[in-house]
């Protein structure tokens, strides 16, 4: 197709634009950005009202340009140009060719978006973000990301349904896999660096544009079912919920994803307060807004009304464009005409959908993502799998390590015991909606491929994933089956016993299947699963050292493990390579450094539980039990069985008194906090040190303590290293009763540590000037 004729029939002339258009036009800030204002209004005033709802309309591909969920003729709405954009589409073949309709046979040949969920990888699949969060490595993260975003768009991809920036306090949540965690800090930092790591400048072929989700407040389901109603105070939300979308908002994310859920009242898709107040006129958003997958046509069972009411509510809301619905493509016209809509809501919407289309370059080059070339080169190379084996190796939390039960030698008799041993397809987790499942090796491969063949490694699965079929068919769906032995319980045990009597060690590789977390994956009960509980109790009996291995997605209740199994290494989901990495660190190649990025809680009771909490009016004495009328419970302490933060490693590190270089500080200057960290024991290792900060009296209530600050720093065996903070009035600023972001003068506690309840402190004061 001739590209450059469909480029200036576009480029023709703005006679048509409306007067309602003309008033949407926004002024130009600088000269690319008038450029764009100047190429989108010449191109909208061609545009039909027909043509300009097309743009909102985001189909899913099905991976076929035929037929998808719920547009049955995709290609002649392409052709007619009714569709802005298709996700799940890939591979370059496929994408050009969608393209091809939209640029040849559309009217005004308007290329499409093309977009998917790539979260923790694409096809070298990483670890699932929660463990990303572990590493604690910002440079780590940003890297897979950039990796993510290179194999994608070699795919033919240019727009990312990630970062995810949730915060999740409720472990119940499934969807706590693909977030980073609890703290609102730490979330900040690497939705920042995961829209850097996308998006780059935007620029070249291998940089796509981030569509920063699920906005918002999604984390914060009620009881921790997916879906459900959000209802959050201003406090909350402005100091703690919203802080992560600002910052990748800040950090320049092209796009927002509607939340599915109801905040307040009104659902995020159509909750102006949110979309418009907050993100655009507070936040200064410039991007565009897409629905979750049909969280348009979701607000008919809200309780908005139909789908023409709804659609309209969605769009004047600041829903810019319609994932899936079709509710735009259908009712928009009639609500036009009938005064539900104007012309400027459309103009708006499209208008925004437009400039992401300038911005990834495809007015220029609608194939600029379409190349075979890279696809067979960049995609899955061997420095792409090496980057994912060194990445998942920085994200396992090391929980325990009695009598230095770990590493283990390569040698003897190692047994493999666990439904999640000897199974590839479950490593990369959730959204590895690409990776190569048949080609993932298990993490029985993995040990054998490190410990080489000193070791004699034997498996046996002791234990369904789960006692009930039905649960285990669900919580193992999308290629990730693990098969089940339907002999009686006790005699699939027996053989595990088996095995681990003739064994020097046994690795029971336990835990959540990976679709036991994700999307539409909530549980009540967050504990290893019973029949898998039984089977580890039986290893335990034999007298032999057993390490659990622990596939999780979430925290989880482990307080009789904790108690009675000698070490525990928590590996998430780690991606393609995760199998080797496991045995790497099993096998002290690597040192573990992961941190926990979020609260593991004694039982399910005590969820949520985060570390920043309240202090309340009645706060329990620290390390206190119970005590008539303070806030606690009869039956269990308040404290985590593992704190946030928290990580052991194969080696010991100390820590000195915090120095500060003053007792006050004035606004505009800094004061330092500074720590000696030394490396105690007989291993290098790398640590992960924390800054938190407490406000002891404030206008409102503040957090016990909040993190401001986190170093890795690698140490040699003896060696120290001094590990400072710069602390600014800046980094004392919340919103206050009037969501006015102020720092208030008065005294501070400051906090420096390995985790969050093992911490040195001092006290300096804020200064008013
Ligand atoms: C629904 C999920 O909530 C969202 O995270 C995802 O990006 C879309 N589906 C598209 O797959």
């Given at each position: 197709m001739n590209f450059k004729k469909a480029l200036s029939l576009i480029c023709i002339g703005t006679a048509g634009a409306t007067l309602a258009f003309a008033q949407t036009k926004r002024p130009a800030v600088n000269t690319d950005e008038a450029k764009m204002n100047a190429f989108v209004s010449q191109l909208m005033a061609k545009m039909t009202v027909d043509e300009k709802i097309g743009q909102l309309n985001l189909v899913t591909g099905g991976e076929a340009t035929t037929g998808s969920v719920v547009s049955t003729d995709v290609e002649s709405k392409i052709a007619k140009g009714q569709i802005g954009g298709i996700f799940s589409l890939t591979t370059p073949q496929r994408i050009r060719k969608a393209q091809e309709i939209a640029v040849t046979k559309s009217r005004l040949k308007i290329p499409m978006i093309f977009g998917q969920d790539v979260i923790h990888g694409y096809k070298t699949s990483f670890p699932i973000p929660l463990a990303l969060a572990a590493s604690w490595d910002l440079d780590l993260i940003q890297r897979t990301a950039r990796v993510a975003a290179t194999e994608a768009t070699a795919d033919g991809l240019n727009w990312a349904y990630s970062p995810m920036v949730d915060i999740v306090r409720d472990a119940r949540w499934g969807r706590v896999a693909e977030s980073s965690g609890e703290d609102e800090y730490l979330g900040s930092q690497i939705a920042r660096v995961m829209v850097k790591g996308l998006q780059g400048d935007l620029k070249g072929n291998n940089t796509m544009m981030a569509c920063v989700k699920h906005f918002a407040l999604y984390g914060a389901a009620e009881s921790g079912r997916d879906y459900n109603t959000t209802d959050m105070s201003l406090d909350r939300m402005y100091n703690v919920y919203l802080k992560p979308y600002k910052a990748a908002i800040d950090a320049g994310a092209g796009s927002a994803m509607v939340s599915f859920n109801d905040i307040n009242g009104t659902p995020a898709t159509a909750n102006k307060w949110l979309l418009t107040d907050v993100l655009r006129k507070q936040w200064g958003f410039k991007g565009f807004v897409v629905s979750d997958y049909t969280g348009v046509s979701e607000l008919i069972e809200h309780g908005l009304g139909d789908l023409q009411q709804v659609s309209a509510l969605a769009l004047k809301a600041g829903t810019d464009m319609d994932m899936v619905s079709e509710g735009y493509l259908k009712t928009l016209k009639t609500s036009l005409q009938q005064g539900k809509v104007t012309i400027a809501d459309i103009n708006n919407a499209c208008r925004l959908v437009l400039e992401a289309k300038y911005k990834l370059g495809l007015f220029q080059d609608p194939y600029k993502y379409c190349s075979e070339e890279r696809a067979k080169t960049e995609i899955m190379t061997p420095a792409n799998m090496k980057f994912s084996r060194d990445a998942a190796s920085q994200t396992f939390v090391l929980l325990k390590n009695a009598n230095k039960t770990l590493p283990l030698k390569k040698a003897g008799n190692i047994a493999v015991i666990g439904p999640l041993g000897n199974t590839g397809a479950n490593m990369p987790g959730t959204w590895a909606v690409n990776a190569d499942l048949a080609t993932t090796p298990s993490l029985l491969e993995g040990l054998k491929a490190v410990a080489g063949n000193k070791a004699n490694i034997t498996y046996?699965?002791?234990?369904?994933?789960?006692?009930?079929?039905?649960?285990?068919?669900?919580?193992?769906?999308?290629?990730?089956?693990?098969?089940?032995?339907?002999?009686?319980?006790?005699?699939?045990?027996?053989?595990?016993?088996?095995?681990?009597?003739?064994?020097?060690?046994?690795?029971?590789?336990?835990?959540?299947?990976?679709?036991?977390?994700?999307?539409?994956?909530?549980?009540?009960?967050?504990?290893?699963?019973?029949?898998?509980?039984?089977?580890?109790?039986?290893?335990?009996?034999?007298?032999?050292?057993?390490?659990?291995?622990?596939?999780?997605?979430?925290?989880?209740?482990?307080?009789?493990?904790?108690?009675?199994?000698?070490?525990?290494?928590?590996?998430?989901?780690?991606?393609?390579?995760?199998?080797?990495?496991?045995?790497?660190?099993?096998?002290?190649?690597?040192?573990?450094?992961?941190?926990?990025?979020?609260?593991?809680?004694?039982?399910?009771?005590?969820?949520?539980?985060?570390?920043?909490?309240?202090?309340?009016?009645?706060?329990?004495?620290?390390?206190?039990?119970?005590?008539?009328?303070?806030?606690?419970?009869?039956?269990?302490?308040?404290?985590?069985?593992?704190?946030?933060?928290?990580?052991?490693?194969?080696?010991?590190?100390?820590?000195?008194?915090?120095?500060?270089?003053?007792?006050?500080?004035?606004?505009?200057?800094?004061?330092?906090?500074?720590?000696?960290?030394?490396?105690?024991?007989?291993?290098?290792?790398?640590?992960?040190?924390?800054?938190?900060?407490?406000?002891?009296?404030?206008?409102?209530?503040?957090?016990?303590?909040?993190?401001?600050?986190?170093?890795?720093?690698?140490?040699?065996?003896?060696?120290?290293?001094?590990?400072?903070?710069?602390?600014?009035?800046?980094?004392?600023?919340?919103?206050?009763?009037?969501?006015?972001?102020?720092?208030?003068?008065?005294?501070?506690?400051?906090?420096?540590?390995?985790?969050?309840?093992?911490?040195?402190?001092?006290?300096?004061?804020?200064?008013?000037?």
């Open positions: 046996s699965m002791g234990s369904n994933l789960t006692a009930d079929a039905t649960l285990q068919k669900n919580g193992t769906m999308f290629g990730r089956e693990i098969p089940r032995d339907d002999r009686p319980e006790a005699e699939v045990i027996e053989d595990a016993v088996k095995a681990a009597k003739k064994a020097d060690v046994v690795i029971a590789a336990l835990g959540e299947g990976s679709e036991m977390s994700g999307e539409s994956s909530s549980r009540t009960d967050i504990g290893i699963p019973d029949v898998q509980k039984r089977l580890l109790e039986a290893l335990l009996k034999t007298g032999k050292p057993v390490v659990l291995v622990l596939f999780t997605g979430r925290p989880l209740t482990i307080k009789w493990e904790s108690e009675n199994v000698p070490a525990i290494l928590n590996v998430w989901f780690g991606g393609s390579q995760a199998a080797y990495a496991i045995a790497d660190v099993l096998f002290g190649d690597v040192n573990p450094s992961g941190k926990l990025p979020i609260t593991f809680p004694q039982n399910v009771g005590q969820v949520p539980i985060y570390y920043s909490h309240k202090n309340t009016g009645r706060p329990l004495a620290k390390n206190g039990w119970f005590t008539k009328f303070r806030s606690d419970y009869l039956d269990v302490s308040n404290d985590p069985q593992y704190p946030f933060g928290f990580g052991l490693s194969y080696t010991t590190f100390s820590y000195s008194d915090v120095k500060l270089s003053s007792a006050t500080l004035r606004p505009g200057s800094t004061i330092t906090a500074t720590v000696t960290v030394t490396n105690t024991g007989s291993m290098e290792g790398k640590e992960t040190v924390q800054l938190y900060t407490r406000d002891l009296v404030g206008s409102t209530t503040r957090p016990v303590m909040e993190l401001k600050g986190f170093k890795k720093v690698s140490l040699k065996p003896g060696e120290s290293k001094q590990v400072s903070f710069n602390i600014s009035e800046e980094d004392l600023k919340f919103y206050n009763a009037q969501l006015k972001y102020v720092a208030e003068p008065g005294d501070f506690k400051v906090f420096v540590g390995p985790n969050s309840a093992d911490v040195k402190e001092s006290k300096f004061t804020l200064l008013s000037k």
